[in-house]
């Protein structure tokens, strides 16, 4: 049986909506042997995954998914093997956290011009004191209070760019995401970089400037990639000598279209991460 790696994951700890623990059965009952936890800009999920892994028998890697800014455009950096008693990856994360907990009163506000949302008034009031609060946790309210269909729906109504309810945010910058992530011992991957809304040329300065900084892979490997974008994206990695990395990005069951471990392996050529990271309670 195939070995089955999964390098980018998240829990309830941000906007997952597992126990880290459930997480780590899920991958166990799917059959993955080493997995990374890579919540959004914290790291409070990791020793209940640590101990899950452990008594599962899969291999675990600590990991954080750090919201960066590039150019004006967000990005997310996976950092892996990170340390998480680092002052200075903790001191860089907290300061990610409370950008978010302004944004999100800041998105309460505008949302408040609509006078039928009333009735979400109080899930988004609780939100601004959430360990990590994303967009996804306001259309979730949006959507339980009833105020959208879905949370996708939330997303085209109100909180999508463009809507009444958008608020753009600057992140710290990408070097100092990375330099955080470094400072901690670990190796910045740059996630899902076929997402970005960026031309070819500047996704080619990114990934120089990434390498530059100090990043030491690319996301090569991710369910639901195109074969187009899978060759773009290994040819990005040799190019700009970064490794590959191969991860999920699984939020909740409720999303087959990202399910744990399953995507391809990596390209021909491609230097894979995975020997560099320290892996832990694994045979
Ligand atoms: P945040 O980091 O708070 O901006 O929240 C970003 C999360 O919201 C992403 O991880 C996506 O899962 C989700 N998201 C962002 N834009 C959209 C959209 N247009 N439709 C659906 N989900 C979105
Ligand atoms: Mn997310
Ligand atoms: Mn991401
Ligand atoms: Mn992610």
């Known amino acids: ?23 780590v059965a899920r991958a166990a009952v799917r059959n993955v042997r080493v997995l990374a936890l890579t919540d959004h800009d914290t790291t409070a999920g990791l020793n209940e995954a640590r101990a899950a892994c452990a008594a599962a028998g899969i291999g675990f890697v600590t990991g954080v998914e750090v919201t960066a800014g590039w150019r004006g455009q967000e990005l997310h950096v996976v950092g ?16 990610i956290v409370a950008l978010r907990r302004a944004r999100v009163a800041a998105i309460r506000v505008k949302l408040l011009r609509y006078k039928k949302l009333a009735d979400a008034d109080s899930a988004l009031l609780e939100l601004e004191s959430h360990p990590v609060p994303t967009r996804t946790h306001v259309a979730r309210a949006l959507a339980q209070a009833g105020l959208a269909e879905s949370v996708q729906d939330a997303f085209d109504r109100y909180l999508g760019r463009g809507c009444q309810g958008y608020v753009a945010q600057e992140w710290p910058p990408l070097a ?24 070819g040329g500047a996704l080619r300065n990114l ?31 040799r190019e700009h000598q970064l490794a590959g990395s191969a991860g999920s990005d699984f939020h909740e069951p409720g999303q087959p279209w990202r399910p744990l471990g399953r995507f391809a392996k990596l390209a021909e050529g491609v230097e894979p991460l995975l020997p560099r990271l320290r892996v832990t309670g694994h045979e």
């Open 176 to 199: 100092e995401a990375i330099a955080a992530i470094r400072a901690a011992g670990g190796q910045a991957v740059l996630a899902h970089p076929h997402r970005y809304r960026l031309s």
């Open 207 to 237: 990934c120089a400037e990434f390498r530059d900084s100090g990043g030491a892979a690319l996301e090569t490997s991710l369910p639901a990639l195109s074969p187009n974008d899978a060759a773009r994206l290994a040819s990005l990695a």
């Open 80 to 95: 892996l093997d990170v340390d998480p008693q680092s002052p200075a990856l903790q001191a860089h994360l907290a300061a």
């Open 1 to 23: 049986m195939e070995t089955l790696i999964d390098l980018h994951t998240h829990s309830l700890h941000s906007d997952g909506t597992l126990a880290p623990a459930e997480l």
